[in-house]
């Protein structure tokens, strides 16, 4: 009876082994990653995914390890899960730290995507200020041309003005001398005497 218990103890340990060197290559194939966010969450949950399969082959140990009829048997079985037991503890804590890298990753490309979307905001709003500049300069040179013209045509005015003032002054003055001359006339010729 203790060697067919043998095969599946050795089978056991054989089967942790394997998922041990999976974890670790899966853990390297994390570092190696350059790639995209991806590539890297779908190594993570491959990771994940074997601590789970390593989890479950240690339980089965220690379960194997409680049913065994020898203590000294029974005893090193449950040793050896110990000691798994604390590698997959340090291996975890790899693992995490690897997930937190990951997450940092992540959120950094988030802020540097954010960033670049922000110095692309703030390029277009820097040209619209350029081109809002120019449109303004040009106005103002538009309306000082216009200021030139209006004050011109102010002058002009004022010069006009003046213009109609004098000739209405002239023309009452015309007309006056005109009445004079023709009063004159009338009193010389219709009362000679006077």
Not at 17 to 24: S, T
Not at 130 to 143: D, G, H, K, V
Request: glycine share 2%; proline share 2%; with cysteine.
């Amino acid at each position: 009876m203790a060697a067919a218990a043998c095969v599946p103890v050795r089978v056991c340990n054989q089967e942790i082994v394997k998922f041990d060197l999976e974890i670790k290559a899966a853990v390297q194939d994390i570092r190696d990653c350059p790639g995209p966010l991806s590539a890297l969450t779908e190594l993570n949950a491959a990771v994940k995914e074997k601590f789970r399969h390593l989890r479950g082959r240690i339980q089965e140990l220690e379960q194997m390890a409680k049913e065994q009829d020898k203590e000294s048997e029974k005893q090193a079985l449950l040793r050896e899960v110990e000691k798994h037991k604390k590698q997959m503890l340090r291996k975890t804590t790899k693992e995490s730290l690897a997930e937190s890298a990951s997450n940092i990753t992540e959120s950094l490309m988030g802020i540097s995507r954010m960033m670049s979307q922000q110095v692309q905001q703030s390029e277009e709003t820097v040209q619209t200020l350029a081109n809002s500049s120019r449109t303004i300069l040009e106005a103002n040179e538009e309306f000082k041309s216009m200021s030139g013209t209006i004050q011109l045509g102010r002058k002009l005015i004022t010069k006009y003005n003046r213009r109609e003032l004098t000739d209405k002054l002239l023309i009452f003055l015309a007309l006056a001398l005109f009445l004079a001359t023709v009063l004159y006339i009338l009193k010389k010729r219709l009362f000679p005497f006077l």
